[in-house]
């Protein structure tokens, strides 16, 4: 039981503290600092990298949370700290080093901050590190009186009044710990059985055939990793539900709070159990608004404010439990100066049963606080934030299933139009609101147990350990929250600690499209290349549109019909091959050239091929190209095709690198004399050239219109999409390269640039560098 009158000083304490550079930990080693100058801390801390113990000491205490002390001990004061109060002990829950023997408080705050992490990790975390903790502190031969933070929620999915007491469940935790653990080798194994793989490898196929057989592993196996860890996010989830807790986190938490009794309580260890509620911002200390990054209500709270929540299904009735992380620390630092008697003791540090906070009301203060103080939006604008009905759960979902269905419909129906700047802004806004949609669906399935729950935390206890506190210092290190004027807090203190941290992040460059923006001035370099896509790049054509041209100028019009009408019956075939591989679809096509002399493909292209070319070639591309020419870049034109249709724009780069067709008696067969240069094979005949020229890929330029020309694109450092299909224009988006729009100019305009005196372009063939 709480003594009538509470201790509030830990003395000359040796204090071993766990999490103590996460958010509560950091809070508690503040106030150890500067409200307990006699203690001294051990903290346990996780190597990272090359630097020692007392660096990261001084890193840490740099952060906002110990400015006031800071300012109060000075310089010197830090370094003495450092020097004589604080010590590192570097290592992790999982292998906890060995421990001193002195230690006469531990406080016990480390565990997973996500709700919803693998089973394996949440296990590995939560019970695996308490377990490894209470073991090594039984191995110091410390006696050490123990505060283990846990959370209010360990209970589990039940209604009504929930008392601070050992939790009633008889489960196996250590059956389940080890069942857990061997999850992630389960699936795994699951995971590579042939079925399977070849599930990853059709579906990456199926996105990424046309970029090559290496990307379509890469992206088998990424998509292998990705299902890896859904299935074990969903087996926490779902073993969690099925054993009546809320997620897995609160679950382990649950289980590692039976560690804790049993491992330390059971064998004479002193044990208080901390069960905080929803931990959000300072009231008071270090300072109003003190936060260390989002907290659990904050993601719900912002996306209201960004105008991403039209609705909710939360229970207006429902009370929302958040309680100061100083209110917190305060309760652990009581709970550790006054260890139990005997058997131990619990604490909800929470608000519901005192002074509680309906579902209903939260939602009425963040109404009115974004409507006074309303997010900005791109530009001058503001978010206007909607008004919530709470229709329920089921209504809010099925509204969310409606909403996914008519997305995808429009998206799939836009990624089979033509890929214009006009269905290249439809798809980034349906982007956005498919981001927005997932927003509100992650949202709804991470906070239903939260919004949605009956529980009232019972806070007997933790009201008597406040009230055995000395009177005079109640005000700065009690934690009554009764005295919470909840509308005063959430309006003058949390709402504007959290939204100016966003508008801090929100300062940064808007994630706007680049499509239109003016380029900027190229460095005058000579190590430097620009990599030039012909088709749908440079000019607006294609294989088979080139096709026609050639029978049209060399045969005549009359041979343009029979010519479509042969493509259309095959054109089936022809879009397999395109789908499946961009290479076999050149090849495919390219053997309609069959039977046809070289001389005379030549003569034609000399003639009304190459009007009709610089008809459809884009104006920008060879003003691009002599702009890259002129500050010392080498100007390269690439393309899968047959070298001697790129002839009437050739003369507007420094080289081409094409195909070329087998010849036999002076007419061509029909089949390329090497692979066409196209995906994988133009990214490594880019890197061999580059190292052969000694040119920098990081400082290089590169244009093309396809998905396809994603896996060259990405090794240069200045990537532009040029009028990208739908795919390339995605992720271009996503990756923020510039996209431009180039029309074809007039036949006039274009053949004034191309004799501007421009040398004739050398070509190299074949996708292996050889001339």
Partial sequence: MTPKRAKTDLGDAHVFLTGGTGFVGQAVLERLLSTHPGTRVTLLVRTKGSAAGEDRVRTLLRKPVFRSWREAVGDEGVEAAVRERIRVVEGGLGSVPPLPDDIDVVIHSASTVSFDPPIDQAFDTNVGGAIGLYEALRASGSTPHVVHVSTCYVGGLRKGVVPEARLGHEIDWRAEYAAAKSARERVELHSRQPAQLREFMDRARAVHGKEGPQAVARASEQARIDWVTRTLVDAGRTRAESLGWTDVYTLTKAFAERAAEELWAGTGGSLSVVRPAIIESALQHPFPGWIDGFKVADPLILAYGRGLLPEFPGLPDSVLDIIPVDHVVNAIL???????????????????????????????????????????????????????????????????????????????????????????????????????????????????????????????????????????????????????????????????????????????????????????????????????DLEGTVVDTNLVEQYLWVRSSGFGWAAWPASVASILAQLPGYLRAERRDRGEFIRTFLRRYEGMTADRLSRIVGGG???????????????????????????????????????????????????????????????????????????????????????????????????????????????????PDSRLAREAGRRRWRIDTWKSGSRSANRALMTRGTAPATREEGADGTR
């Fill in 609 to 723: 091929y190459a009007d009709t070319m610089l008809g459809h070639t884009a104006t920008a591309a060879l003003e691009r190209a002599a702009a890259h020419r002129a500050a010392g870049h080498r100007t390269v034109l690439v393309t899968g095709s047959i070298g001697t249709l790129t002839e009437p724009v050739a003369a507007a780069f420094d080289e081409v690198v094409a195909s070329e067709m087998h010849v036999k008696d002076g007419q061509l067969t029909g089949y390329l004399s090497r692979p066409p240069l196209v995906d994988e094979a133009r990214a490594n005949w880019l890197r061999q050239y580059a190292d052969r020229g000694g040119y920098d890929l990081g400082a290089s330029y590169g244009y093309g219109d396809s998905h396809a020309d994603l896996v060259w694109l990405e090794l240069l450092g200045h990537p532009h999409a040029v009028n």
């Fill in 334 to 532: 009581a709970a550790a100066a006054n260890p139990p008697k005997s058997e131990p003791e619990y604490f909800h540090i929470a608000s519901g049963a005192s002074n509680p906070l309906p579902f209903h009301r939260m939602f009425e203060n963040v109404n009115e606080y974004f409507t006074a103080n309303p997010m900005p939006t791109p530009g001058d604008g503001h978010v206007r934030v909607p008004t919530w009905r709470f229709p329920g759960g089921r209504k809010v979902e099925r509204a969310l299933r409606r909403s996914r269905a008519r997305l995808e419909r429009r998206e799939r129906w836009l990624t089979r139009l033509p890929s214009t700047t006009k269905t290249r802004a439809q798809l980034a806004e349906l982007g956005t609101k498919r981001s927005d949609l997932e927003t509100l669906e992650n949202f709804s399935e991470l906070y239903r147990a939260y919004v949605q729950t009956e529980i009232i935390f019972d806070d007997t206890n933790a009201r008597a350990l406040h009230a055995a506190l000395p009177a005079k210092v109640r005000a700065d290190r009690g934690f009554d929250v009764t005295a919470i004027d909840w509308e005063d807090y959430l309006q003058k203190v949390h709402f504007p600690a959290i939204t100016t941290l966003t508008r801090a992040f929100s300062r940064r460059p808007e994630a706007t499209s680049t499509e239109g923006r003016p380029a900027k001035q190229l460095p005058e370099r000579t190590d430097v290349v620009a990599v030039f």
